[in-house]
């Protein structure tokens, strides 16, 4: 059913009145007291009770619907910008996409937005978001609760703003840190990425969103995304890109998962029976819907038959080929209703049907208080010779700020993911944006007293000479990604490598502050005497950098992702391109018999990031869970309790001066009739201790991350034999170890 506007409609007077309390409530709310509507006739519907389940409710719903309704639930209704507009889309929020609903029965439409690291689109609306730190970033604080936060934020921000589905929840694991998108995921481990994902969800649709998680599965690149097939083994794949999702689904509970673009081992995402029927339906037991990534719809029958619910952003293949199929017999009636119950039913679950959206003023202050104190326990430090570090605010002098915008802003990651900074136009896909936090405002707040200067870096030169005519000089430098595109490199782009180099030559003393979404090379890394990582910072990234550069906050964040010395040491050296005209940067349609024409090999399996390095005996940069603080923290007692849900207690000590956080790490290796690579993330937790201070952490390890899955059974088991438990501050440095025997 395509919805006229309500002033040109033909609908009868009461069909009217109810089509016209459901769009407004499902848009604007706007609560004029005036225009008090009566209570429409659903208000009392058996789908009302909410002591009734989702499912119960759903199916009360399905009951009264026609095909044409159905059909409505299946697919998009366009996105502005997509294509030529749909005859709906003055209906929509401005965001993503939207879903009709079904009005005359009080079911809202479903407004979608993106949301990675805050509400997108917020220029071409009007609105105003907060930008989180980066994804991957706010990974590196290993903290479930600041990840509810992170979530949270985003959710309340959405229904503010009108809508009540999000489209965030990144998990591909990190198989290549070239990809563009990796400042949008959660790293490299799928234990640490399907945890902090999970809670980030919870949280997020706590607020009365549906919760999303994709890109499912193995989008592990963006060259050629629409047209790559993706090669991995099952065991490889259940224990590494799946398991991400697999916890991130059973902590976050989402209502939706998003297929990605890719195809995997043969068939595409969002066709694929044995992920979105085997593994997400029957292993997961996944209650919720799958939509289709933007485009990344291939077939009608195919597609419906292998789990698809869907379509995004468009009707091509779920609107009249779709209705046409269920007619002419080609999709069961089961199979349709199948599809709709998971919606609607996704509707009540997430709260959407019980909790109309309001308009809201969004929290500005709020926010940025979120956005500071998350990027402030995610910021890592990687080096600090000689305790340069916490600088001194009334000792120093003289402070050189260089780097490109460092006087003004930090950068931020682009592609559907990009927040618009307030007081500016839309910057367009793929722009370079910073947001109006600046690194020399900050410092110079911090140290009153000293006298601070900028240089650019565009001049070499100058830069080195203002370096070495200051007490110490501060480098912010940048490595800006995005959606569509991988790096050809993990170096600094821009000669920034150069500009370090020069700056550092002149004054040992150098502070290199990393602006980047992934792993950088550092060339320079034994010339400068301290490196901090920042990743994509947020609204508030200078104010928390600044505190943590002058000690106002102890650095506690670590490594969510291997830093290697050299692309050489990736898996792949290089990343595999699309063949020509097989680009993929942007989604591609095709007639429903679409074969991948292209394919990544992920012959590395099992040996996702630290496991590679590992097993390959390959030094690191800079190794996974690794992070400096301004105190120093000892471990001991280390006791193991195996049992069916085995524990793990371990004492941490603050030997330092300094109050901190410390994240301590739990590692696994498994017997060796396992097969698997050295050993796993198991287990960690933030430990918060005062100078001095010890304390005892407990950690109940889930017997399935102790598990290999059986691909002859078809599941998980646990491999009977000696398994290692190793304790401490990095996957590196493990000072505490235990062998169990487990039966
Ligand atoms: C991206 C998705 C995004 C969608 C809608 C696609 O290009 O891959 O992550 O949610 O567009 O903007």
């Known amino acids: 059913m395509k919805i006229s506007s309500p002033w040109h409609t033909c609908l009868s007077g009461s069909a009217f009145l109810a089509l016209f309390l459901a769009v407004s409530t499902s848009l604007s709310q706007a609560q004029d007291p005036r225009h008090k509507p009566a209570e429409p006739e659903w208000a009392h519907a058996a789908w009302m009770?909410?002591?009734?389940?989702?499912?119960?409710?759903?199916?009360?719903?399905?009951?009264?619907?026609?095909?044409?309704?159905?059909?409505?639930?299946?697919?998009?209704?366009?996105?502005?910008?997509?294509?030529?507009?749909?005859?709906?889309?003055?209906?929509?929020?401005?965001?993503?996409?939207?879903?009709?609903?079904?009005p005359r029965l009080g079911i809202p439409f479903i407004q979608m937005s993106d949301a990675a690291y805050g509400v997108r689109s917020s220029a071409e609306n009007g609105r105003y978001s907060t930008a989180l730190p980066s994804n991957v970033g706010a990974a590196a604080s290993w903290d479930p609760q600041?990840?509810?936060?992170?979530?949270?934020?985003?959710?309340?921000?959405?229904?503010?703003?009108?809508?009540?589905?999000?489209?965030?929840?990144?998990?591909?694991?990190?198989?290549?840190?070239?990809?563009?998108?990796?400042?949008?995921?959660q790293g490299e481990d799928p234990i640490l990425a399907g945890t902090l994902v999970g809670n980030r969800i919870k949280c997020e649709q706590a607020q009365h969103v549906i919760g999303d998680i994709k890109h499912y599965a193995v989008n592990d690149?963006?060259?050629?995304?629409?047209?790559?097939?993706?090669?991995?083994?099952?065991?490889?794949?259940?224990?590494?890109?799946?398991?991400?999702?697999?916890?991130?689904?059973?902590?976050?509970?989402p209502q939706?998962?998003?297929?990605?673009?890719?195809a995997i081992n043969g068939d595409y995402a969002c066709e694929n029976k044995y992920t979105l029927t085997d593994v997400l339906r029957k292993q997961w037991g996944f209650k919720g819907f799958v939509l289709s990534d933007w485009g990344g719809t291939h077939s009608t029958v195919k597609a419906s038959e292998a789990g698809l619910d869907n379509e995004e952003p468009e009707d091509n293949f779920y609107g009249n080929t779709f209705k046409k199929a269920v007619q002419d017999g080609k999709i069961s009636q089961a199979e349709l209703n199948e599809h709709v119950h998971r919606?609607?039913?996704?509707?009540?679950?997430?709260g959407l049907v019980d909790n109309p959206i309001r308009k809201s003023v969004v929290d500005v202050l709020g926010g940025l208080d979120t956005a500071q104190r998350i990027e402030e326990s995610s910021i890592v430090l990687l080096k600090n010779?000689?305790?340069l570090l916490p600088l001194d605010k009334a000792g120093l002098k003289s402070i050189a700020i260089i780097g490109d915008h460092a006087d003004m802003g930090m950068i931020s990651g682009g592609g559907s993911a990009q927040v618009d900074p307030p007081g500016q136009p839309s910057a367009g896909w793929q722009a370079h944006v910073w947001f109006p936090t600046s690194p020399l405002k900050n410092v110079i707040a911090k140290a009153p007293t000293a006298k601070v200067q900028f240089a650019s870096g565009s001049d070499v030169a100058a830069a080195a000479a203002l370096a070495r005519a200051s007490d110490v000089a501060i480098v912010f430098v940048q490595q800006w990604t995005s959606e569509g595109m991988d790096l050809a490199s993990l170096s600094l782009p821009d000669n920034q490598d150069a500009l370090i180099g020069a700056v550092a030559a002149a004054n040992p003393k150098t502070i290199v502050v990393l602006e980047t979404g992934t792993a950088v090379t550092m060339p320079w890394v034994d010339r400068v005497g301290a490196i901090a990582e920042a990743w994509y910072s947020g609204s508030r990234g200078a104010e928390a950098v600044a505190n943590v550069l002058f000690g106002d906050v102890n650095p506690s964040g670590k490594l969510p992702m291997t830093f290697p010395k050299?692309?050489?040491?990736?898996?792949?050296?290089?990343?595999?391109q699309p063949p020509p005209g097989a680009q993929g940067a942007s989604p591609v349609m095709h007639d429903g018999g679409a074969k991948p024409k292209f394919s990544v090999t992920y012959r590395e399996g099992l040996k996702v990031g630290y496991k590679w390095y590992d097993a390959e005996k390959k030094p690191v940069l800079f190794p996974f869970g690794f992070g400096l603080s301004y105190t120093t923290y000892g471990y001991s007692d280390l006791q193991v309790t195996p049992g069916a849900t085995p524990s793990v207690s371990f004492k941490v000590t603050n030997a330092g001066s300094k109050d901190g956080v410390e994240i301590a790490e739990v590692y696994a290796s498994l017997p060796a009739s396992a097969q698997e690579p050295p050993k796993r993330l198991i287990g960690f937790s933030r430990v918060s201790l005062a100078a001095g201070e010890s304390k005892t952490v407990s950690i109940a390890i889930d017997p399935e991350y102790l598990s290999i899955f059986d691909v002859t059974a078809d599941k998980w088991k646990l491999v009977a034999g000696s398994y290692t438990f190793l304790v401490g501050g990095s996957s590196q440095d493990l000072p505490l170890s235990k062998i169990v025997s487990i039966n």
């Not at 090669?231 to 697999?246: G, H, P, T, V």
């Not at 919606?343 to 997430?350: G, H, S, Y």
């Not at 050299?566 to 595999?576: G, T, Y």
């Open 566 to 576: 050299s692309e050489a040491d990736l898996p792949h050296p290089i990343v595999v």
């Open 49 to 102: 009770n909410k002591s009734l389940t989702a499912d119960e409710r759903a199916d009360l719903v399905l009951k009264e619907l026609t095909l044409d309704e159905k059909i409505d639930l299946l697919h998009g209704e366009g996105m502005p910008g997509w294509g030529k507009p749909k005859p709906n889309a003055y209906l929509g929020n401005g965001g993503a996409g939207f879903v009709l609903g079904v």
């Open 385 to 387: 010779s000689n305790h």
């Open 221 to 253: 690149q963006e060259s050629g995304r629409n047209d790559v097939d993706s090669i991995i083994d099952k065991r490889s794949l259940q224990e590494s890109d799946l398991l991400a999702f697999d916890i991130g689904i059973r902590i976050g509970d």
């Open 343 to 350: 919606i609607l039913r996704a509707e009540f679950a997430a």
């Open 256 to 262: 939706a998962v998003m297929c990605s673009y890719n």
């Open 146 to 185: 600041a990840a509810c936060d992170y979530g949270a934020l985003i959710g309340r921000e959405l229904r503010a703003q009108g809508y009540n589905m999000t489209l965030g929840g990144g998990v591909n694991i990190t198989r290549e840190p070239r990809n563009g998108r990796t400042f949008e995921y």
